[in-house]
């Protein structure tokens, strides 16, 4: 929680610590909790910049949430709201955001969602 609050509290001034920064919440979360949260905060803030940094925090996020309480919620914070309607390009175009997509649509996997 530290590591996240430091994130927030210091985002303009952290960029040259975020290999430090993402390795620490990979290493303490356990639940992903905190990474998912990350990524959607980066995302937020500037997600060109911490980009390289946002796909590592999601990475961990989706290794950790086994119990899908936390990667559901990237889906649309990082993808845009219209994710379901571009899902078919997405899972194509980003490991990420086809992992996500299996576990959180296991009966969609192979299909696109309807609309």
């Not at 996240?4 to 210091?10: A, Q």
């Not at 990524?39 to 910049?49: H, K, P, Q, Y």
């Not at 992992?99 to 296991?106: E, G, N, Q, S, V």
Request: negative net charge.
């Amino acid at each position: 929680m530290s590591t996240y609050d430091y994130l927030v509290n210091h985002v303009p001034d952290c960029i040259g610590d975020m290999d430090y920064i993402t390795d620490n919440l990979v290493r303490v979360d356990s639940t992903g909790q905190f990474l998912a949260s990350s990524a959607r905060f980066l995302s937020s803030v500037d997600a060109e910049s911490f980009s390289p940094w946002i796909c590592r925090l999601i990475e961990g996020a989706i290794e950790k949430d086994r119990e899908r309480r936390y990667i559901g919620s990237l889906l649309e914070a990082i993808w845009g709201p219209d994710y379901a309607q571009n899902a078919e390009k997405l899972k194509k175009e980003d490991d990420n955001f086809r992992r996500i997509y299996k576990r959180i649509y296991p009966q969609l996997a192979g299909v696109a969602v309807p609309i």
